[in-house]
């Protein structure tokens, strides 16, 4: 790896992209390999993992990923030929093929953390080129003797797939049969149009492709539509369905045979072009899959993002002393009513420039679990048991923090479902149950801006007194009480753990990511011998941020980090007479007011009771200046999700919402400035009024 | 038409809402304060993942301050959009209450509950305050939700 430095800058492009066309692989490999057990070929998805490889190898080549080249273009060359086989694989390919992206993964995944890539293991490559002769030998060779009309079926226009389906029925013993029909104004009359003739064919016949004809066609008519057949029908019923002459029946299969199946060399595949007429991939076709990939989309590092974002909180800021300076020339009697407008406008302005950085971060739920599949595949592997994912996750959409938060959630429920919930094949069968489990993924967006996942399982159910024993609790009476059986901390029902789960996480970091950390919510259902259902509620977007927590008057508080400027001990506070319990302590030469949180979150306190008692304070900006603000006690930095406190009962100035920090208990974040600015208005009111309010 | 209603009590006297307006009661372990609130919002607490304002009833009503016990419920309410609880010193009770028996409350209860209740049930022996559960829980819920 020579080459690596050379090419740094280069290298988050070329992760990004990659990371991406694994991605798709995967995707794309899963959807061979489930054709492949059907006996199915997969024409599209097998082009498209063509097509990743291919570009992955380019893309590495450029950046000199040696062993990554190697790898992809093994696969590459075996997949050309599946393509050029209409899309068909031998089981045996799959394997490999999946260690082929894995390894690959694994090496991207070394560049990533600034490592080298390891050598490609030489025995899978041996094995991954290995697979060019096996994909020729398993090639379809007896759907090769019926060979079409070229011409007759405008190969050049049909899809692998389709020209395979044709192929097929002639081969299965039907006829493949082009049926042209001509309208006409007299035939609308008659009630004959494309529509009725393709109900009436579909009748008699499989159709495979109706394409329309320009120019002059049979009955010198300038429009006509020819309709690919695979029927078992009459050639004369088949003109009558159509309306009679000038419509007209072709065969399909070729006048001159191709060469008898025991002539054609072994391993050799035909001449791309001819027989396989657009079978083949060409190279120019390949030179730009970039513009079809990139579809408008544009990738965009999530920092980015993040920095716009405080770009935007600056200018809210800002408009919020715009805003006071205009209300101080109002007071004053200046003419600001064209002014007010505009910082209307202003305001709305900026709500719309929020809700559109918002959007720019959220991902699609789909994205984010397309790596499900490939975990049910291991697992069908690691645990013999059948099973079947199903995803049915639409287009919803959801903030990028929040997807990677929740994605290791429901990677562990599937884990679970899988290795817990699902019975072996036998008890299945046992039990009258389909010998495939289903775990299915659904989700759907409620108007409150709650993403609600859905994931079932036909499994077992829960054993609520397997639970409550190794719990060593009562046997739980409800759902609700179950689940928090299930989620305490360091609970196994070990005796069935095994190699794929019972080790990393258990339901309780579940629970924490949902509940604690998404402030979302976590339900179950379970019924015995029926299975399993999980419900997770989480919000679409949260607001993370770093915030340090501390202790006063026996009470935690979290406050944003971006808000303190400094934390200080508090010593040597001077407390001038009639300033109200406000102190004030020097910092770099200047005096600084102190003020006791205690006091400001509940004027009852005692002004200077313990609180000042070699207590710390964090000094905070309010309105521009310094305040110090004392507390008991520091607790430490972490980072938090903030939840808006939507009720109005509970919107007051210096609280910016809750957050959770592991107790179930809502701790308050508070924004020290605003916190005390408002205390501030509060007590001159309150003393003009003559009157203490609290 | 016998509508299902959640039975309460706070300070000896029997409440009642909707079970429709009810979506779950929670036991009371304590809410978190938070300054500058309504003296009746007693705080809020987390009910499955959301937190939620918590009023409290007593304050609410003008009655002396109780001491939470393991009695204390906390009924968790939807008020539109909203989800607010009601503390309460406890809630053991579901029951139906035939609309026959529910009159609007007398004048001196009126004046006395400040609006808060919306009519008297007779059940049995027993009078049974309906409470105007929007009231209770804050003016601001006619300007959020609008239709109530």
């Excluded at chain 1, 062993?67 to 060359?77: D, F």
């Excluded at chain 1, 060409?282 to 920092?303: A, I, K, N, Q, T």
Aim: proline share 6%.
């Amino acid at each position: 790896m020579t080459g690596s430095g050379e090419f740094a800058e280069f290298l988050p492009a070329y992760l990004a992209e990659v990371d991406e066309l694994l991605a798709s692989a995967q995707k794309d490999l899963l959807s061979v390999e489930e054709a492949v057990r059907k006996g199915l070929a997969q024409p599209r998805a097998v082009r498209e993992l063509f097509r990743a490889l291919h570009t992955l190898k380019g893309l590495s080549a450029m950046v000199d990923v040696e062993p990554v080249v190697s790898l992809a273009h093994w696969m590459e060359a075996s997949l050309r030929l599946a393509d050029q086989a209409g899309g068909r694989l031998p089981e045996s390919s799959v394997e490999p093929l999946v260690e082929g992206l894995r390894a690959i993964e694994v090496r991207v995944r070394q560049l990533g953390a600034g490592k080298a890539a390891s050598p490609a293991p030489a025995n899978l490559l041996e094995r991954l080129e290995a697979l060019g002769p096996q994909v020729l030998e398993s090639a379809p060779r007896p759907g090769r003797r019926v060979v079409l009309d070229a011409e007759a079926a405008f190969a050049s226009r049909l899809a692998p797939s389709e020209r395979e389906q044709l192929e097929g029925g002639l081969a299965g013993g039907q006829r493949a049969l082009r049926v042209d029909f001509v309208p006409s104004s007299e035939r609308a009359a008659k009630g004959l149009n494309i529509n009725t003739v393709r109900e009436r064919v579909a009748k008699l016949a499989d159709i495979v492709k109706v394409l329309p004809l320009s120019g002059a066609a049979a009955g010198g008519a300038s429009l006509a539509f020819a309709l690919l057949l695979i029927t078992r029908a009459e050639d004369v019923t088949l003109l009558e369905a159509v309306g009679g002459p000038p419509a007209r029946v072709l065969s399909l299969e070729s006048t001159a045979p191709a060469t008898p199946p025991g002539d054609v060399g072994a391993g050799t595949p035909e001449p791309p072009g001819a027989a396989v007429p657009g079978g083949a991939v060409l190279d120019e076709e390949l030179d730009e899959p970039e513009v079809r990939r990139g579809g408008g989309l544009l990738r965009v590092e999530v920092s980015r993002l993040d920095e716009t974002m405080e770009w935007l909180a600056a200018l809210v800021v800002n408009r919020s002393r715009l805003t006071r300076a205009v209300t101080a020339l109002t007071q004053a009697g200046a003419p600001t009513r064209e002014l007010t407008a505009i910082l209307q406008e202003n305001g709305r302005q900026l709500r719309d420039l929020r809700s559109a950085i918002l959007r720019l971060r959220m991902v699609r739920v789909g994205d984010v679990l397309e790596r499900l599949p490939l975990l049910v595949r291991g697992l069908r592997r690691a645990t013999g048991k059948a099973v079947r994912l199903e995803l049915d996750v639409g287009d919803a959409e959801l903030d990028k923090a929040v997807a990677d938060r929740l994605l290791p959630a429901l990677v562990h429920l599937v884990r679970n479902a899988v290795d817990h919930a699902l019975e072996t094949p036998e008890e299945r069968q046992a039990a009258g149950k389909p010998v495939e489990g289903l775990v299915s993924l659904t989700c759907h967006t409620r108007a409150s801006g709650q993403l609600v996942l859905t994931l079932r399982d036909d499994g077992k159910g829960v054993d609520a007194k397997a639970v409550a024993a190794a719990a060593k609790a009562p046997v739980p009476d409800s759902a609700d009480a179950l689940l928090d059986l299930l989620c305490r901390p360091g609970l196994s029902t070990r005796q069935e753990a095994t190699s794929t789960s019972g080790r990393g996480m258990g339901m309780d970091i579940v629970r924490r990511i949902v509940v604690e950390q998404l402030g979302g919510e976590l339900r179950m259902e379970t019924r015995k011998g029926a299975g399993t259902t999980f419900t997770l509620s989480v919000p679409l977007t949260v607001t993370l941020m770093d915030a340090i927590i501390v202790e006063c008057a026996g009470r935690r508080y979290a406050v944003a980090v971006g808000t303190v400027e400094e934390l200080i001990d508090v010593a040597g506070v001077v407390r001038p007479a009639g300033a109200d319990g406000v102190g004030l302590v020097e910092r770099r030469g200047a005096a600084v007011p102190l003020v006791s949180l205690a006091r400001l979150l509940d004027a009852t306190a005692p002004a200077d009771g313990a609180a000042g008692q070699g207590a710390k304070a964090l000094i905070v900006r309010q309105r521009g200046d310094p305040v110090a603000f004392a507390v008991d006690r520091l607790l430490g930095q972490q980072e938090i999700v903030l939840r808006p406190l939507e009720d109005p009962l509970v919107r007051v100035p210096g609280v910016a919402g809750a957050t959770d920090l592991g107790d179930g208990q809502p701790t308050l974040v508070l924004d020290l400035g605003a916190l005390g600015a408002a205390r501030a208005i509060r007590r001159k009111r309150a003393a003009r009024a003559g009157e203490w309010v609290s | 038409m016998n509508v299902l209603h959640v039975l309460f009590k706070v300070d000896g006297t029997e409440y009642a809402m909707p079970a429709a307006d009810v979506v779950q009661m929670e036991s009371f372990t304590g809410a978190t304060p938070v300054p500058g609130a309504p003296a009746h919002v007693a705080g809020l607490v987390q009910v499955r993942g959301r937190v939620i304002p918590v009023v409290d009833a007593r304050a609410r009503f003008g009655l002396p301050a109780g001491t939470p016990s393991l009695d204390s419920r906390v009924v968790v309410g939807q008020l539109g959009e909203r989800t607010v609880g009601l503390l309460v010193d406890s809630a053991r009770e579901v029951l139906k209450l035939d609309p026959r028996t529910i009159q609007p409350p007398p004048p001196m209860v009126v004046e006395g509950a400040k609006g808060f209740v919306r009519a008297v049930a007779q059940v049995g022996p027993r009078l049974v305050m309906l409470i105007d559960f929007p009231r209770v829980v804050g003016e601001e819920a006619a300007d959020v939700d609008g239709q109530r």
